[in-house]
Protein backbone atom coordinates (compact mmCIF):
# COMPACT_ATOMS: atom_id res chain seq x y z
CA UNK A 1 0.00 0.00 0.00
CA UNK A 2 1.11 3.65 -0.50
CA UNK A 3 0.33 6.43 2.05
CA UNK A 4 0.75 10.13 2.36
CA UNK A 5 0.12 11.92 5.51
CA UNK A 6 0.24 15.71 5.83
CA UNK A 7 1.05 17.36 9.00
CA UNK A 8 1.90 21.07 10.39
CA UNK A 9 -1.52 22.39 9.65
CA UNK A 10 -3.19 24.72 12.32
CA UNK A 11 -4.47 27.87 13.52
CA UNK A 12 -2.29 31.49 12.58
CA UNK A 13 -3.20 34.79 12.38
CA UNK A 14 -3.20 36.85 9.13
CA UNK A 15 0.61 37.55 8.07
CA UNK A 16 1.95 34.65 9.92
CA UNK A 17 3.57 31.42 8.21
CA UNK A 18 3.18 27.79 8.73
CA UNK A 19 5.13 25.36 7.29
CA UNK A 20 3.33 22.05 5.98
CA UNK A 21 4.95 18.64 5.48
CA UNK A 22 4.25 15.54 3.62
CA UNK A 23 5.62 12.21 3.68
CA UNK A 24 4.97 9.26 1.30
CA UNK A 25 5.39 5.66 2.36
CA UNK A 26 4.60 2.05 1.66
CA UNK A 27 5.58 0.04 -1.66
CA UNK A 28 6.58 2.79 -3.65
CA UNK A 29 9.32 2.47 -6.77
CA UNK A 30 9.37 5.81 -8.13
CA UNK A 31 7.54 9.18 -7.73
CA UNK A 32 7.06 11.68 -10.47
CA UNK A 33 5.78 14.73 -9.70
CA UNK A 34 4.22 15.80 -5.71
CA UNK A 35 2.27 18.82 -4.77
CA UNK A 36 -0.14 20.49 -2.79
CA UNK A 37 -3.99 21.39 -3.46
CA UNK A 38 -6.47 23.13 -1.42
CA UNK A 39 -9.87 22.80 -0.78
CA UNK A 40 -11.81 26.29 0.79
CA UNK A 41 -15.16 26.03 2.26
CA UNK A 42 -17.78 25.72 -0.79
CA UNK A 43 -14.92 25.57 -3.60
CA UNK A 44 -13.36 23.31 -5.67
CA UNK A 45 -10.03 22.31 -4.88
CA UNK A 46 -7.61 23.38 -6.61
CA UNK A 47 -4.27 23.08 -7.20
CA UNK A 48 -1.43 25.28 -4.79
CA UNK A 49 1.99 24.19 -5.74
CA UNK A 50 3.50 21.09 -7.54
CA UNK A 51 6.85 20.09 -7.98
CA UNK A 52 8.34 17.64 -10.46
CA UNK A 53 10.94 14.89 -10.01
CA UNK A 54 13.24 16.67 -12.71
CA UNK A 55 13.13 19.90 -10.42
CA UNK A 56 10.28 22.13 -11.98
CA UNK A 57 7.80 24.23 -10.16
CA UNK A 58 4.44 24.99 -10.59
CA UNK A 59 2.48 27.55 -8.18
CA UNK A 60 -1.00 29.19 -8.91
CA UNK A 61 -0.94 32.68 -9.44
CA UNK A 62 -2.25 33.86 -6.06
CA UNK A 63 0.37 31.95 -4.08
CA UNK A 64 3.43 32.81 -5.77
CA UNK A 65 5.85 35.02 -4.16
CA UNK A 66 4.48 33.89 -0.63
CA UNK A 67 4.60 29.63 -0.62
CA UNK A 68 7.28 27.67 -1.67
CA UNK A 69 7.51 24.15 -2.04
CA UNK A 70 10.68 21.95 -1.88
CA UNK A 71 11.09 17.97 -2.10
CA UNK A 72 13.52 15.33 -0.50
CA UNK A 73 13.45 12.61 -2.84
CA UNK A 74 15.66 10.49 -0.44
CA UNK A 75 12.86 11.15 2.18
CA UNK A 76 9.97 10.96 -0.12
CA UNK A 77 8.69 14.10 1.33
CA UNK A 78 7.33 17.31 0.07
CA UNK A 79 7.05 20.94 1.93
CA UNK A 80 5.28 23.83 1.37
CA UNK A 81 6.26 26.84 3.56
CA UNK A 82 3.80 29.68 3.68
CA UNK A 83 4.37 32.86 4.62
CA UNK A 84 2.37 36.00 4.69
CA UNK A 85 -0.73 33.94 5.12
CA UNK A 86 -4.22 35.33 4.46
CA UNK A 87 -7.87 34.65 5.31
CA UNK A 88 -8.79 33.75 1.79
CA UNK A 89 -5.92 31.12 2.37
CA UNK A 90 -8.21 29.25 4.84
CA UNK A 91 -8.86 25.79 3.62
CA UNK A 92 -7.94 22.15 3.87
CA UNK A 93 -4.67 21.18 2.47
CA UNK A 94 -3.60 17.70 0.61
CA UNK A 95 -0.65 15.96 -0.55
CA UNK A 96 -0.67 14.45 -4.07
CA UNK A 97 1.77 12.43 -5.79
CA UNK A 98 1.99 10.98 -8.96
CA UNK A 99 3.43 7.63 -7.82
CA UNK A 100 4.57 3.97 -9.66
CA UNK A 101 4.57 0.99 -6.90
CA UNK A 102 6.50 -1.07 -9.66
CA UNK A 103 8.76 -0.91 -12.53
CA UNK A 104 6.02 -2.21 -14.86
CA UNK A 105 2.97 -0.54 -13.58
CA UNK A 106 1.38 2.47 -14.46
CA UNK A 107 1.81 5.57 -12.16
CA UNK A 108 -0.99 6.71 -11.09
CA UNK A 109 -2.08 9.76 -8.21
CA UNK A 110 -2.24 8.80 -4.72
CA UNK A 111 -3.58 11.90 -2.03
CA UNK A 112 -3.19 12.62 1.59
CA UNK A 113 -6.50 13.33 4.30
CA UNK A 114 -5.77 16.23 4.22
CA UNK A 115 -4.14 19.41 7.13
CA UNK A 116 -6.29 22.30 7.82
CA UNK A 117 -5.08 25.58 7.81
CA UNK A 118 -7.01 28.40 9.27
CA UNK A 119 -5.91 32.00 8.88
CA UNK A 120 -7.76 34.57 11.35
CA UNK A 121 -8.06 38.49 10.83
Known amino acids: QVQLVESGGGLVQAGGSLRLSCAASGSIFSINAMGWYRQAPGKQRELVATFTSTGSTNYADSVKGRFTISRDNAKKTVDLQMNSLQPEDTAVYYC???????????????WGKGTLVTVSS
Open 96 to 110: GANIKRSPSTYARDY
